[in-house]
């Protein structure tokens, strides 16, 4: 087609040839490339950098099932191993409702004020994704969230409560490497969580709430006695004399438990996370509790104890995980399973068969 405009008289008044359509599709968005890993140097030196995005991606690491990211996983724990330990690790457990999140929110922007970096991690081993998390489904932790120095993670979803634990055992040790000073370890409260959680804190804090008629009944004996600190939350309106109240029972409840290893009195002390009230003082009873262990040796003794407790408890986890991952084994146990079920064999010769297969292949390097 002619365009006459298009001579050099017609200056300024050109066509131009059309431009191709734009593709419907978004090109960026066609294709989700998979995402490569890095060699474990990287992200050893972008741990060690504290680059937020690099921790982020090892700890995703160390939470797969995948065993190629483990390998490159257990590699970058073991090269951030001489960068960790150097923070105050705090268990903080109670059961749903108790403001668990709101405190942490209010704890942690507290311990950011004087600078530092804080991680938060979590056990909850319902947090499996058809089963539902209890400490994760909601927003939590608003301003915290926001937090330039704050490093939030749900909870390892997959497997035992074994191994979501050992997973946050890991994630603390690369936590620590990149620098956080500071790690909170949430659980729910209401299970076995908080022993795994009390096996890898300095300081175990457990909220507590008054008000509800049966202040101590409620409470698991056992988690009362692994708690260094116990706070009651929502002391604040017409519920601080009730707080005040539970804080007396619990204060008498603890007097019968026999001193705890560490030689500390566990405090009790009321708060409002939401009001925040309280919250310098139930931090100074904190720093009082890391001045008196770090002074009496229990610091560094609990952290051995626990160092080898982890170390133990990797071996047994392996192990288990090699026997049954074993494909021979898994059918050997359904052939053997069967014939206890019908009565034919005996349940401790059918193990005993199993054992021994497997110690053979074991034996023959299969
Ligand atoms: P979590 O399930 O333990 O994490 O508890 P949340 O932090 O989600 O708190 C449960 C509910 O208690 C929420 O509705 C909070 O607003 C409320 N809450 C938390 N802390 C306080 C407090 O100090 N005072 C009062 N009155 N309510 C609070």
Redesign the pocket.
Known sequence: MEHPENDEKYLGLTVNEGVAQPPIVNPYLKRKRRKTLLSAGEYVEGILKGNVSILSQAVTLVESQNPEHQSVAQEVIEKCLPYSGNSRRIGIT????????????VFGLHVLKDGGKLAVLAIDPSSERSKGS??GD?T?MEKLTLHPNAFIRPSPSAGSLGGVARKTRESIILCEAAGYDNIFVETVGVGQSETAAHSMVDFFLL?QLAGTGDELQGIKRGIMEMADGIVI?????D?IERAKLAQTQFRNALHLFPLPPSGWTPEVLT?????E?GIPEVWEMIDRYFEFVKANGYFAQKRREQDKYWMIETINDRLKSNFYNDPEIEDLLISKENLVLSNKLSSFIAAQDVLNRYFEKLRQGK
Not at 94 to 105: E, L
Not at 271 to 275: P, T
């Open positions: 109670g059961v749903p409702g108790a403001g668990k999140s709101t405190s942490i929110d209890i400490l909601k939590r909220i939350n929502k002391a604040d309106g519920n708060y409002s996370g939401y009001f009230l």
